[in-house]
């Protein structure tokens, strides 16, 4: 089954701990990217990569870290900087190293909780 | 800096009555504009784009440069059509999107 796979589906830590959500894709995708979607707040980006060993900031990186050190897998980390965790993170991926055509492909997300 | 507005987060109709579902935006140059749909315990995917002018699942789109709109329509809204709606923008380096707050439409029987 082809696609972009996120995990775990659900998360819960503790206040303090970094944390690592897993997304791979099987699509042959260049570029991939981290979402947060908040009720209210829509879709804001954390991070995009447009290549194997390249990534960029996107509007609220602080508090996360990730790495593209596979092409099929982009791996977000959650830090204890982030000073709100507690979200829903999606991941997606585009046929090019641009998003051809307005195209993003999502995985099914990932609910993070931080008790 | 661009930026994309959905001004309702909530919006309910009655089924069979018309739905439009609104988006602004901000940008410098030729903006490319696109509505997302997230329906119940499903993925988040593309339902259309402004440039191909074409209509999916009854709904259309029309870019209004001048009022910098691209709001989403539907003359008969169907039950099937409740879900979240995103309007989103390209970057102009063409390498991401950038989302609007979104819009939740519920259509009731």
């Known amino acids: 089954d082809g696609g972009i796979t996120q995990s775990p589906k659900y998360l819960f830590r503790k206040e303090g701990q970094n944390v690592t959500l897993s997304c791979e894709q099987n699509?042959?995708?260049?570029?991939m990217y981290w979402y947060r979607q908040d009720p209210g707040q829509g879709l804001r980006l954390i991070y995009y990569s447009q290549i194997v060993n390249d990534f960029q900031k996107g509007d609220i990186a602080e508090g996360y870290s990730v790495s593209r050190e596979k092409k099929e897998s982009f791996p977000l980390t959650v830090t204890s900087a982030q000073k709100n965790p507690t979200a829903f993170y999606l991941c997606?991926?585009?046929?090019?190293?641009?998003?051809?055509?307005?195209?993003?492909?999502f995985g099914e997300g990932s609910r993070l909780t931080v008790l | 800096a661009q930026r994309v507005t959905q001004p309702e987060k909530l919006l309910s109709v009655f089924k069979g009555a018309p739905v439009e579902l609104k988006c602004n935006y901000s940008?410098?140059?030729?903006?490319?504009l696109f509505w997302y749909v997230q329906y119940s315990r499903q993925r988040l995917q593309l339902l259309l784009r402004h440039i191909s002018r074409e209509s999916i699942k009854g709904f259309t789109a029309d870019l209004n440069k001048g009022e910098t709109s691209f709001h989403l329509k539907k003359p008969f809204a169907q039950e099937e059509d409740s879900a979240m709606y995103y309007c989103a923008l390209t970057h102009p380096s063409g390498s991401r999107l950038t989302f609007g707050e979104g819009t939740q439409l519920t259509v009731n029987p």
């Open positions: 699509l042959n995708h260049d570029a």
């Open positions: 940008y410098s140059g030729s903006p490319e």
């Open positions: 997606a991926s585009s046929i090019g190293d641009r998003v051809v055509d307005g195209e993003l492909f």
